[in-house]
T-cell receptor
């Protein structure tokens, strides 16, 4: 299984809502990532988990809260988002943790988030 | 610090012609270089990578890339383009000490016309 799955595919939420994005992989990968991507732009790194520990937080606002319940699952909890947070949110995984620079990332299809 | 440049926002080629998508990089130390492709409304898909060894790397769907250390380039190539190759292509780099962070280029939109 070489797939990263993400749910939901689409999400519309108001600025006062709380919602969560989910990501799952069963490739035995030990690094998992959240990216934010605007249309036709490169993905922007948000968070990296390495061996289930938060290793990198790219100064992301606290209205985004990541969680890694186990080595296969990654969540992104959303609260009080702003319209400018509307984007495609991509999850990715790679075989090794943050020291594994030579390993490619496998991306999920993304969640298209719209904040109204 | 590490950086990637994709000098062309758009590349247009006719089906059956060879294609090249350019990428140059800047890192301290040895680079790990990657190409990803993104089709509309999809996530990024890994195509190929250079870690060490042979400068010509072969990847998925007939794509290849040539690592040139003196020119700090890693151009993506395919001998014969298909209409289905039309997509957004990203070059990415990691280097030692990057703590797992990949730096992506701004992307190049490839359009292959029949």
């Amino acid at each position: 299984d070489t797939e990263v799955t993400q749910t939901p595919k689409h999400l519309v939420m108001g600025m006062t809502n709380k919602k969560s994005l989910k990501c799952e992989q069963h490739m035995g990968h030990r690094a998992m990532y959240w990216y934010k991507q605007k249309a036709k732009k490169p993905p922007e790194l948000m968070f990296v988990y390495s061996y289930e520990k938060l290793s990198i937080n790219e100064s992301v606002p606290s209205r985004f809260s990541p969680e890694c319940p186990n080595s296969s699952l990654l969540n992104l909890h959303l609260h009080a988002l702003q319209p400018e947070d509307s984007a495609l949110y991509l999850c990715a995984s790679s075989l090794q943790g943050i020291t594994g620079n030579g390993y490619e990332q496998y991306f999920g299809p993304g969640t298209r988030l719209t904040v109204t | 610090a590490q950086s990637v440049a994709q000098p062309e926002d758009q590349v247009n080629v006719a089906e059956g012609n060879p294609l090249t998508v350019k990428c140059t990089y800047s890192v301290s130390g040895n680079p790990y270089l990657f190409w990803y492709v993104q089709y509309p409304n999809r996530g990024l898909q890994f195509l190929l990578k250079y870690i060490t060894g042979d400068n010509l790397v072969k990847g998925s769907y007939g794509f290849e890339a040539e690592f040139n250390k003196s020119q700090t380039s890693f151009h993506l190539k395919k001998p014969s383009a298909l209409v289905s190759d039309s997509a957004l292509y990203f070059c990415a780099v990691r280097a030692g000490g990057s703590a797992g962070k990949s730096t992506f280029g701004d992307g190049t939109t490839l359009t292959v016309k029949p």
